[in-house]
């Protein structure tokens, strides 16, 4: 079946709230990337859509190093009601199917199935038995919960409704404080252009340098923000502090729901709080692109302060917002032996290129 832009964006609407991660959009940057895109879509018997996918695969070359293994991925997917189980398992036996015919090591899935929301142990904590039992489910086809996670398994989302003034009170009083402090401090939020890239892209690799985590050659980036941008499905806000950029971040949109992927930041004018101003201006652009949910992207796996996530977990719970528990990533195989050895050997490959990434960052920075 054949799909351009607008059909398959419609289509995974259609099935489902959609994601980000699941538009064309998003396939057209993975390909850039150097992944082979496949689209699938399931079908009820009376030959509407009932569920999608959009298959990532690609081979594993490391530098000159070429494994001759292939591995794919449905970043946030599939896209289903989760809550018929016909349609679960006729969506993982294609998956399983499609592992096989392509021959590679494992296919993994990243869906946002939920399982809870809330904090664990909480008086607001739930699970939801759903999705609990459809981890069972997988379990008994041969799924395995994936030592290797791509995505954050919990977010924290912002609720869009009702009036800036509910907004305000659903915060948390330091995070209200902060939010006037910005104002008083005269800190002014700008749309940002193409010709911010560079710009935002230094002030990404600062942040990176800064806060210890890895990020890609500035290429990817420009890529990714550069094609939802002119896609209308993205939106650049700078926050500067006397006309000088301090902090900015790249708000993506998609149906009914926000994300916040990137945010970035300098040391400077840290007193005047520039990153509230900046979510706040973000939550704001996305109501009026139609959004009733903003996604703050990423929540600790455990929650505790040892987990490397707290610190921006606290900022974000501040806004508002619900934890929502997803399944995280699963991986299917029917390569168990190839698929152990992958388990030993990549990863010891990924540290020593982070570990070169990290220093090629650092240089960035320094420029």
């Not at 709230?17 to 496949?38: C, E, F, I, N, P």
Request: proline residues 5%.
């Amino acid at each position: 079946m054949k799909f351009d832009r607008q059909q398959w964006n419609a289509l995974i609407l259609d099935v489902s709230h959609g994601h980000l991660l699941q538009t064309w959009d998003w396939g057209q940057t993975k390909a850039a990337a150097g992944w082979r895109v496949s689209p699938r879509v399931w079908e009820m018997p009376t030959g509407e859509p009932a569920a999608a996918a959009l298959l990532l695969s690609r081979r594993l070359k490391y530098g000159p190093l070429d494994t001759h293994l292939d591995v794919a991925y449905v970043p946030r997917g599939p896209l289903l009601d989760w809550s018929v189980p016909e349609r679960v398992d006729q969506v993982l036996a294609g998956l399983e199917d499609a592992a096989r015919r392509k021959g590679v090591v494992f296919v993994k899935i990243d869906p946002e199935l939920v399982i809870g929301a809330g904090v664990p142990g909480q008086d607001d904590a739930v699970d939801d038995p759903v999705g609990l039992a459809l981890l069972q489910r997988m379990r008994q086809r041969g799924w395995r919960y994936a030592a290797d996670q791509v995505q954050f398994r919990n977010t924290v989302l912002i609720d869009l409704g009702g009036t800036e003034d509910d907004w305000l009170a659903r915060m948390k009083q330091k995070t209200r404080y902060n939010l006037r402090l910005a104002m008083r401090k005269g800190v002014v939020v700008r749309r940002g252009t193409l010709e911010d890239l560079p710009l935002m892209y230094r002030m990404y690799a600062a942040t990176a340098d800064r806060d210890g985590f890895i990020i890609r050659q500035k290429e990817y980036y420009f890529d990714v923000w550069q094609r939802f941008y002119e896609n209308n499905m993205a939106v650049f806000l700078i926050a500067e502090v006397e006309s000088h950029p301090v902090a900015a971040l790249v708000l993506f949109h998609f149906g009914a729901r926000a994300w916040y992927l990137y945010g970035m930041s300098t040391q400077e004018h840290r007193e005047a709080m520039p990153t509230y101003l900046l979510q706040w201006e973000a939550m704001r652009v996305a109501r009026d692109a139609g959004c009733t949910v903003y996604d703050l992207w990423g929540a600790p796996d455990e929650f505790n302060e040892e987990d490397p996530l707290w610190g921006v977990y606290r900022f974000k719970l501040g806004w508002g917002g619900a934890v929502v528990r997803t399944s995280g990533a699963w991986d299917y195989t029917n390569k168990p032996l190839l698929y152990r050895l992958y388990a030993t050997f990549i990863p010891r490959i990924l540290a020593v290129m982070r570990f070169w990434r990290r220093r090629e960052t650092r240089q960035e920075v320094a420029l």
